[in-house]
């Protein structure tokens, strides 16, 4: 079984600053890695995904993440914070022939100006 | 435009009263997912279906039930059972395993807050 720990739930940056946001994940195969973006009162929008090649993967809003087999991570990052970026982030996992998600507890992210 | 909509945005329910959520996609999707949603306990896992008139438990599966007897349409009944059943409850659906697209990501809706008092 597949599990998901985000570290960090709240996470604050200056407009401008660069975005971390840490996902570290278990899995006895190779996995399917996800991130998501809320916004408050809304349903989740996909930021970006790694299934196979590329392990540098580049997303929507000028996110990118890295998969590292080695440190079972994929962290998410953007250069510079925009105040639009403000929102709470998932990382997910899934494993080949399990159609399910398996979800992080979460990083919300506020920028300040 | 394709999407999924879940239905209301907003219910409120006395302590001891079923109610039940609306989730309907156009997706032409097999597979949809009822996830809860609690501050800082991320999305756990209520019930899911990947075909017609067949569901499975998830990880929190008690005080809920489902149907899923029309591809579009997967409805979400809270009951009297849930002990805590205050959350916001999202919908989400997917191509699942007969679709054969098991690295697709979901799509999901924008979520129903249930208030119970």
């Known amino acids: 079984a597949q599990s998901v720990t985000q570290l960090g739930s709240h996470v604050s940056v200056s407009e401008g600053a660069l975005v971390l946001l840490r996902c570290n994940y278990s899995s006895s195969v190779p996995p399917y890695l996800f991130w998501y973006v809320q916004y408050p009162n809304q349903g989740l929008q996909l930021l970006l995904k790694y299934t196979t090649g590329a392990t540098l993967v580049k997303g929507i809003n000028g996110f990118e993440a890295e998969f590292k087999k080695s440190e079972t991570s994929f962290h998410l990052t953007k250069p510079s914070a925009h105040m639009s970026d403000a929102a709470e982030y998932f990382c997910a996992v899934s494993e080949m022939d399990d159609y399910k998600l398996s979800f992080g507890a979460g990083t919300t992210v506020t920028v300040r100006a | 435009d394709g999407g999924i909509t879940q239905s209301p945005k907003y219910l409120f329910r006395k302590e001891g009263q079923n109610v039940t959520l609306s989730c309907e996609q156009n997706l032409n999707h097999d597979a949809m997912y009822w996830y809860r949603q609690d501050p800082g306990q991320g999305l756990r896992l209520i019930y899911y279906s990947q075909i017609v008139n067949d569901f499975q438990k998830g990880d929190i599966a008690e005080g809920y039930s489902v149907s899923r007897e029309k591809k579009e349409s997967f409805p979400l009944t809270v009951t009297s059972a849930q002990k805590n059943p205050t959350a916001f409850y999202l919908c989400?659906?997917?191509?699942?395993?007969?679709?054969?697209?098991?690295?697709?990501?979901?799509?999901f809706g924008n979520g129903t807050r249930l208030t119970v008092t």
């Open positions: 989400a659906s997917g191509p699942g395993q007969h679709q054969s697209s098991y690295n697709s990501p979901l799509h």
